[in-house]
């Protein structure tokens, strides 16, 4: 009887998730081994600092400090970029690649920014590129989208992206407490990011979304032509606002399709959800997804978006892919060959919208707020009062009926221009679909 082959996997960086693949994969291999029919060696890895304590044990003699060393070793089939960030990783998945080597990645920064150079290094080198793990962590999206609902063409793809936002969002809404107040204490237990501004600002988001609107539609949209907001300015008015209508607030990705113009468009922003939807109810930091596709109708994946674990089962996931790839030529379906789509202009991106402002306490400003918007074309649903931290103050809580992003924004101008508003409002999407 043949001896089965060996593949040998190397590692470009032994962090948080380089080490839950490292441990898993030892952990796993015989029952993987067993089912892929061949034997799993973790030939080499890669580290910045060689003295640095590991909670896995790696012998010295597979340890090295150049990622390109692993990338390029000939005896290494498949390389696992485990590094982040757009520099030492884009060379280490580029060389690898141009070897026509097969790279795992969980790095959806490089993929955002630089997914085109990589698929086309990919293609003409006749390499892969698998990156289940560049989004919602241990829930397989990619695998999904890109395989499981390949007869659908997709309307609406929205879902809370970044577990750390909705770690803070959750506490604030349970427990009564301040933003600054929550991420302080997010920082301290180790769920945000000392810089944490990619996750709250909205941009770990957005890349997300950009790399499920690519493999959604086939067209890279850059951060810079999407809709990005974050939560940094939300608060307790806010979160009561919502509850008492009926409403939760999550930072949401949405991705909407319109099929009768082609347009596209994606977009991250707090929004009020409505509590009957699934998502309005996936709290602390578990992502979840609603994909809506012309075939199949709506489906939702909920789970652990981030931490060592559930990124180690993604990653294990697409190295097992890779495998029967390398061993048996069967390849998943491919991701999709990138083309150009429009971009919908912001007048036909449709939704109700909430306001909070802070106004002097005087005779005839609800009327100048109420005309500003009717000026501007926006007609309001609902106005309530709150009591202001200013004084001679009051803080306005509106809704609209359903209008515009063009429309909102001249709102909003309207607004900065009417001495009695004070400091900049607030703007929020209301979910509806
Ligand atoms: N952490 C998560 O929950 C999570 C979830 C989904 C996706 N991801 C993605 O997974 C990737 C890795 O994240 P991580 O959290 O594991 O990061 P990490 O803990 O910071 O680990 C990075 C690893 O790369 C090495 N490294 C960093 N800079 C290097 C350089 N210039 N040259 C050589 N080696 C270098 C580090 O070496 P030392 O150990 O010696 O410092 C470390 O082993 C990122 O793309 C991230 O976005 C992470």
């Known amino acids: 009887m043949s001896q089965p082959s060996v593949i040998n996997i190397g590692i470009c960086g032994l962090g948080t998730v380089g080490q839950g693949v490292w441990k898993h994969l030892a952990r796993s291999r015989a029952a993987l081994e067993s089912r892929l029919g061949v034997r799993l060696k973790l030939h080499r890895a890669s580290v910045r600092d060689l003295r640095k304590a590991r909670a896995v044990r790696v012998p010295a003699s597979r340890l090295t400090t150049d990622p390109l060393a692993v990338a390029t070793d000939p005896a290494v089939q498949i390389v696992c970029e485990l590094i982040g960030g757009t520099g030492v990783a884009r060379e280490v998945t580029l060389a690898a690649l141009r070897l026509g080597k097969t790279v795992v990645s969980a790095n959806k920064a490089l993929l955002c920014a630089h997914g085109p150079e990589i698929f086309a ?17 241990g829930i397989p999206i990619i695998k999904a989208l890109r395989e499981g609902l390949v007869a659908n063409r997709f309307g609406l793809i929205y879902g809370i992206l970044n577990g750390t936002c909705n770690y803070i969002l959750t506490r604030m809404e349970r427990e009564g407490l301040g933003y600054a107040e929550i991420l302080a204490d997010a920082k301290r237990l180790g769920y ?33 032509a999407m809709l990005v907001e974050g939560i940094t300015r939300i608060t307790q008015t806010d979160l009561q606002f919502a509850r008492e209508h009926g409403f939760a607030i999550k930072l949401l990705a949405v991705i909407t399709r319109d099929f009768a113009s082609d347009e596209l468009f994606v977009r991250v922003h707090p929004t009020l959800l409505p509590l009957s939807k699934v998502l309005a109810n996936v709290n602390d930091v578990y992502n979840g997804i609603s994909v809506t596709g012309d075939v199949v109708g709506e489906t939702t994946y909920i789970g652990r978006g981030a931490g060592q674990d559930a990124t ?6 697409d190295i097992a892919d890779a495998v029967i790839l390398l061993n048996r030529g069967n390849s998943p379906l491919p991701a999709p060959v990138a083309q150009r789509c429009p971009l919908a202009p912001p007048e036909r991106i449709r939704s109700r919208y909430y306001l909070r402002l802070d106004v002097r306490d005087r005779p005839g400003v609800l009327a100048q707020i109420a005309t500003a918007t009717a000026r501007a074309g926006v007609s309001i649903a609902d106005m309530v009062q709150r009591p202001s931290k200013h004084r001679n103050a009051a803080t306005l809580l509106l809704t609209t009926h359903e209008s515009n992003e063009q429309a909102i924004r001249a709102t909003l101008a309207r607004f900065r221009r009417l001495s009695n508003v004070l400091g900049e409002p607030l703007l929020l999407r209301i979910f509806a679909s």
Do not use: C, M, Q, Y
């Open 312 to 317: 180690a089962s993604a990653v294990i996931s």
């Open 121 to 137: 290094a990919a293609r003409k080198n006749g390499g892969h590129f698998f990156f289940e793990a560049s989004v919602a962590g």
């Open 192 to 224: 945000a990011e000392a810089d944490e501004s990619l996750d709250v600002e909205g941009w770990d988001t957005a890349h997300k979304a950009g790399i499920l609107a690519f493999l959604a539609h086939g067209a890279w949209v850059p951060t810079r």
